[in-house]
């Protein structure tokens, strides 16, 4: 016994050892792919040295004698950093993930296959100046002169995640560069999910008010300065899918979190000119939101140009500041929300499939095949159709299918969709830009996704300017483009689009202070018209009471705006839902469910709207608002109210106001009894408590927003993955909400509704009094190796609000520098 004792001891020693070793191994081989920052290293294509200067956060500060080797630095500073994140953006534009990834990214690949973003992104390069495509080339050439001495060196493979995954890596070209900008815009392009859920909402709802009572128009006449619809069914002949055979539409993977009409994109920016500022020097802030994910599609990084230098945040693969300022100038973006996509229903000829309706009688489609290599299964073979409208989309995306009739089929019309994407110009002319009229002017070039850019001199002045094309709609237009319409209606067709001065722009306004949180700007009529659907009603109010508050701001108070975690919306909607609840019956019984809902009742009563993670209320208020509006609405809309999981604040302030007869939707359907707002507000309370005290136990007090509301930073591969995902995922509990200026949007479904995917990635706020006294952070780290210290080094400051100082002073940035990585001309 002792000797089997004795050899067990032995095995699971060995055992131990061995996995330990292996382990190690696993280690040492992937740290090989953390680069060393203070190298020197020999490289072809430079005109002199240059010098990547990375200060205590890992942000390079690149120099160099031209403005090619800067953008050079810049390239090999972010194949270094965030090799992975580029390739596989690239990889995404050319529909190839399926190659490494298989079956899960075959529906990816083949959306964009039908786009045809790789080959748009290839031909708009002829089009581009000189002086932009020698920047694009000059930033090629250092991505692969890194790849090379990955080689050359045995750098680990360049990133760890290359040891998992084999692919052969092609060299980087000014194309793949152009392609981001397009993968860019899809990430925040929704107009096109818009009108497909509007269809199928008025093809469930018998009452046209009630349809615009779930899918409200942002109301008013639009700020920037602070101080009856078509029935589906008529427009075809043909019979309808009903929504609920078709059951909900699952969210395009393209789309991976699910935010409801308000997750394509929200962001905040705000300006004041000297007037407005206590240190008479102009400010602005911007934190523009996007899915979190780690690492942060947002880089740091600071360019020494022949112009001067730039610092701010630029997305690795492409060689711009897209956010930041200069020694002259500070930009900020928004998404304009500008409704640059248009679905046409196409009609087939019964008697030849090849040809569909036009204007003009039948024509032929536009065809060609492609072919999508997948990992472990067979290659597949796809018929890519376009008509005049665009690219022939199948039922399967989006749920396209849901509202198209029998015998048509649906083709999308998108600004993006073009052979002339000159989008990355803007971010190159900025960087140069030393007047606000210079930066006017160079956001002609740009395409899409349509933005709002703010814009703040050292000469004092601010300035707005919507950028982007946008559609030329003729005024009978049958769905106003809130809907798809059938394409073979001429009036309903594009006539190209609207020249640059048609953009929206503000312009050194008397206020002092401009503002936009993806909120409603302008009301045009058609063919001027912007958009029906707005990214906020709610942020904005907060916005300008905090800016209406001060006569003059600091950089301090831009700060305190750009963190408040208020709820402008929970201050309007919680007095009216619980009005007929508040201080009213007797004293429930220990234990009983009235007794836990009075104490609820008492603590939203004393609450002021704070969305503040160490909070009880916040988590009653959100879990309650969820419960209530999927109440008010599935006894209606059936299965179609899955799409509605984010709360709209609006619809249920129409309801509970009674505007337009819309307290309709507090009495059940299906019921004999005719139920108040009130009735259906109780047992949504009810509800919403025994959900929380089953997860979170019954002791309301001690319930926390954040431990609900964790910022969710995931590895877009790896993070799916049990054996990985401790390694490379990221967790924080945080404050703020889905209406809150310090936004962290949530997804509503379960098993986690309120978790945090959706927020400020970059944030900075830039003043011109004391320009190095600017200050940015971003919501992870500089490095995409989950083996780096700087992986996730900057997470903690973001979470608490906390930020780095942004100078263009080269002495700071040696002075606690961690390294220089000099770039020596190959002779």
């Known amino acids: 016994m002792a000797l089997l004792l004795r050899w067990l001891v032995r095995l699971v020693s060995v055992a131990v050892a061995l996995t330990v070793a292996v382990v190690l191994a696993a280690w040492w081989i992937g740290s090989r792919s953390i680069p060393d920052y203070d190298a020197e290293w020999t490289v072809p294509g430079l005109a002199a040295p240059v010098e990547i200067v990375r200060n205590t956060a890992a942000v390079p500060h690149i120099f160099g004698q031209t403005d ?31 190659e490494l990834f298989g079956e899960p990214t075959l529906q990816i690949d083949d959306l964009i296959r039908r786009l045809d973003v790789y080959q748009l992104a290839t031909d708009s390069v002829a089009v581009l100046e000189p002086e932009t495509l020698a920047a694009l080339e000059a930033y090629a050439a250092g991505v692969n002169a890194w790849l090379r001495l990955v080689g050359e060196e045995a750098l680990g493979r360049g990133a760890p995640e290359l ?14 560069s152009v392609a981001v900008t397009f993968m860019m815009a899809l990430q925040v392009a929704f107009h096109h999910e818009d009108e497909v859920l509007r269809a199928r909402l008025s093809l469930a709802l018998d009452d046209p008010d009630r349809l615009r009572d779930l899918m409200p128009d942002a109301p008013g006449a639009g700020v920037a300065e602070i101080a009856g619809l078509t029935d589906y069914r008529g427009l075809f002949d043909s019979a309808l899918p009903r929504f609920a055979e078709t059951g909900t539409a699952p969210r395009h993977p393209l789309h991976p979190n699910v935010l409801g009409r308000t997750g394509a994109g929200a962001s905040n920016v705000f300006a004041a000119t000297p007037a407005r500022a206590a240190a008479s020097g102009a400010l602005l802030a911007n934190d523009p939101h996007l899915g979190l994910t780690a690492p ?31 020694e002259r100038l500070a930009w900020g973006i928004t998404s304009a929300y500008l409704d640059d996509i248009d679905l046409y229903v196409e009609e087939l000829n019964p008697d030849d499939v090849t040809q569909y309706r036009t204007p003009d009688g039948w024509a032929e489609f536009r065809t060609d095949r492609r072919v999508i290599e997948v990992a472990g299964a ?196 919680l007095p009216l839902v619980a009005r007929d609840l508040w201080f009213t019956g007797e004293t429930a019984a220990a234990g009983t469910p009235e007794r836990r809902r009075q104490r609820a009742l008492a603590l939203l009563a004393e609450w002021n709207g704070e969305m503040n993670e160490h909070l009880p209320e916040p988590l009653i208020y959100a879990a309650w608002m969820r419960e209530l509006q999927q109440r008010l609405i599935r006894d209606e809309i059936g299965p179609l109210a899955d799409e509605f999981q984010s709360v709209e604040p609006i619809f249920l302030e129409r309801v509970f106001r009674d505007i337009g007869g819309a307290s309709a939707w507090c009495d059940v359907a299906p019921s004999t009894a005719e139920e108040t707002c009130t009735d259906i507000a109780r047992l949504a309370l009810d509800d919403a408590l025994q959900a929380l005290e089953e997860r979170y136990g019954s002791d309301l007090e001690s319930w926390r927003w954040g431990a609900a509301h964790e910022a969710r930073h995931d590895h877009p591969v790896l993070g799916q993955t049990r054996l990985f995902s401790w390694l490379v995922n990221i967790r924080q509990p945080t404050s703020g909400g889905d209406f809150t200026l310090n936004r962290g949007a949530t997804p509503g479904t379960m098993p986690d509704p309120f978790l945090n995917i959706h927020a400020a990635g970059y944030r900075g706020v830039y003043d011109f009094a004391d320009p190095d006294s600017s200050v ?52």
């Open 68 to 98: 090619a080797d800067v953008f050079y630095g810049l390239g090999v500073a972010h194949a270094q950093d965030r090799l992975w994140q580029m390739l596989m953006m690239r990889r995404t534009a050319q529909g190839q993930l399926s």
């Open 163 to 176: 040891f998992l995954f084999e692919p052969d890596i092609a060299p980087w070209r000014p194309a793949d």
């Open 296 to 326: 942060s599609i947002w880089y740091l990084a600071r360019l020494e140009l022949e112009t001067g230098g730039v610092i701010g945040a630029t997305i690795p693969g492409m060689p711009v500041i897209l956010a930041g300022r200069s």
């Open 378 to 573: 067979e290659p597949v073979t796809i018929t890519r159709r376009w008509t005049e409208n665009g690219p022939v989309i199948p039922g399967s995306h989006y749920g396209f299918g849901t509202v198209t009739p029998p015998g048509h089929v649906m083709a999308m019309a998108w600004t993006a969709l073009t052979d002339e994407n000159t989008s990355i110009q803007t971010g190159l002319r900025l960087m140069r830009a030393g007047t606000i009229e210079e930066a006017l002017e160079a956001g002609e070039d740009f395409v899409a996704p349509a933005q709002n850019l703010m814009l703040a001199s050292a000469d004092g002045r601010i300035a707005m300017q919507v950028i982007g094309h946008m559609p030329w709609r003729m005024t009978a237009h049958q769905t106003q483009a809130r809907m798809p319409s059938p394409g073979w209606i001429d009036t309903n067709r594009w006539q190209g689009v609207t020249q640059y001065f048609a953009n929206p722009t503000f312009l050194d306004p008397e206020s002092g202070i401009l503002g936009n949180t993806n909120n409603k700007t302008v009301d045009r009529d058609f063919p001027l018209h912007v958009s029906f659907a707005w990214g906020d009603t709610q942020r904005i109010t907060r916005l300008t009471r905090l800016m209406e508050a001060r006569d003059v701001h600091t950089r301090d108070s831009f700060i305190e705006a750009q963190l408040d975690t208020v709820s402008a919306a929970a201050r309007n909607i």
């Open 776 to 827: 940015f952070v971003i919501a992870t780290g500089q490095s995409g190796n989950p083996l780096s210290r700087h992986y996730d080094d900057l997470g903690e400051l973001w979470r608490r609000g906390d930020y780095i100082p942004m100078s263009l002073d080269p002495e700071l940035a040696r002075a606690g520098n961690i390294g220089v990585t000099v770039l020596t001309p190959q002779e």
